[in-house]
């Protein structure tokens, strides 16, 4: 079966302050991960993904993230944070369909407010 | 033009009537997906296109149907209303596998 956990609903941290968002996932092949971002009002936007290649990977916004297979993880870090980080973030895992295309697997997300 | 368009944004329907949903790209991505999503929920998958292939998931495989009459364009059909359906429903689309996908602003629905 394939799943994304993100196990934070809401993360609340000052402005200047290192932000770093979980994400787990499960999958029993090699994993396509992504993080997409969604302000208030707006879709949601691409930040970045992890394909193959290095663990860590770089993206819009100045966000990035790291893979790290042992535990299954792709967190999401920033540094600093800005009060415009505020947002909902949600992780998500390309899974196969048998050749007919791939579908995109999302986790409830998490809910960043950053204070000024 | 890098968007996704949904028609309409919001949409009241009764319950047991029929809900037609419509999205648009044009960007010529060959797959193009309906998620639902309700509040502190993770968007769920509802079914997909790749090209022409329409793929479903099981759970909801009797309770949403599409249509793709060309590459721009894909639908999402309720042919029931619940209570249940109310939810914003996001559509997608992407070029091919592993890249960017690209969302719509979604639409409300609220069945009442």
């Known amino acids: 079966a394939q799943s994304v956990d993100q196990p934070d609903a809401h993360v609340t941290l000052y402005e200047g302050a290192s932000l770093e968002l979980r994400c787990s996932y499960s999958y029993s092949a090699a994993p396509y991960l992504f993080w997409y971002v969604q302000y208030p009002g707006q879709s949601l936007q691409f930040l970045l993904k992890y394909i193959t290649g290095d663990a860590v990977v770089k993206g819009t916004k100045g966000f990035e993230a790291e893979f790290r297979k042992s535990n299954s993880s792709f967190n999401l870090k920033k540094s600093p944070a800005h009060w415009s980080d505020s947002a909902k973030y949600f992780c998500?895992?390309?899974?196969?369909?048998?050749?007919?295309?791939?579908?995109?697997?999302f986790g409830t997300g998490t809910l960043l407010s950053v204070k000024p | 033009d890098t968007t996704v368009k949904q028609n309409p944004r919001y949409k009241l329907a009764r319950v047991g009537k029929p809900v037609n949903l419509i999205c648009s790209q044009t960007?010529?991505?060959?797959?193009m997906y309906w998620y639902q999503k309700k509040p502190n929920q993770a968007p769920k998958l509802l079914l997909f296109y790749y090209d022409k292939i329409l793929n479903r998931e099981a759970d909801t495989f009797e309770k949403f149907q599409s249509s793709r009459p060309n590459n721009s364009f894909c639908s999402l059909y309720i042919g029931s209303a619940g209570l249940e359906y109310s939810a914003m429903y996001l559509c997608a689309s992407r070029r091919q596998t592993n890249t960017e996908v690209f969302f719509g602003k979604g639409t409300r629905l609220t069945v009442v």
């Open positions: 998500a895992l390309e899974g196969g369909y048998g050749g007919s295309g791939n579908k995109l697997i």
């Open positions: 960007m010529n991505h060959d797959t």
